[in-house]
């Protein structure tokens, strides 16, 4: 049974930290890159993180989040996490995360900016209260 799952979000007061954690089964998440994705309440989903397969030598961070977020993985855990400091009530959303499609020729900025992915994981809320 394959699955994705996303937790590790709650609510948090401004200038807060969360750490997200993205974790698989049935297969291994290292074999992939991951990126992590949200939606606000009335907007897109962006693309706000993304890591390499393999050890994550690569990763990407949006702008709106450089400097607070960071990406990191661990395969012997099959888990990806995105840590959260700094948190501001706009990073409010439902957190995701996915897979890409296993091409190694796609980069971490494109697999965030196209969100061309294979596997989605459920999402987790995230409220950050001013």
């Known amino acids: 049974q394959f699955s994705l799952v996303a937790s590790g979000g709650g609510l948090v007061q401004s200038g807060g930290s969360l750490r997200l954690s993205c974790t698989a089964s049935?297969?291994?998440?290292?074999?992939?890159?991951i990126g992590w994705f949200r939606q606000a309440a009335g907007k897109g989903r962006e693309g706000i993180s993304c890591i390499s397969r393999g050890g994550g030598s690569a990763t990407y961070i949006d702008d709106s989040v450089k400097g607070r977020f960071t990406i990191s993985r661990d395969n012997a855990k099959n888990t990806v996490y995105l840590q959260m400091n700094s948190l501001k009530p706009e990073d409010t959303a439902i957190y995701t995360c996915a897979t890409d499609r296993g091409d190694p020729r796609t980069s971490v900025q494109d697999l965030c900016a196209s969100q061309d992915t294979y596997w989605w994981g459920q999402g987790t809320q995230v409220t950050v209260s001013s």
């Open positions: 049935g297969f291994t998440l290292g074999s992939y890159a």
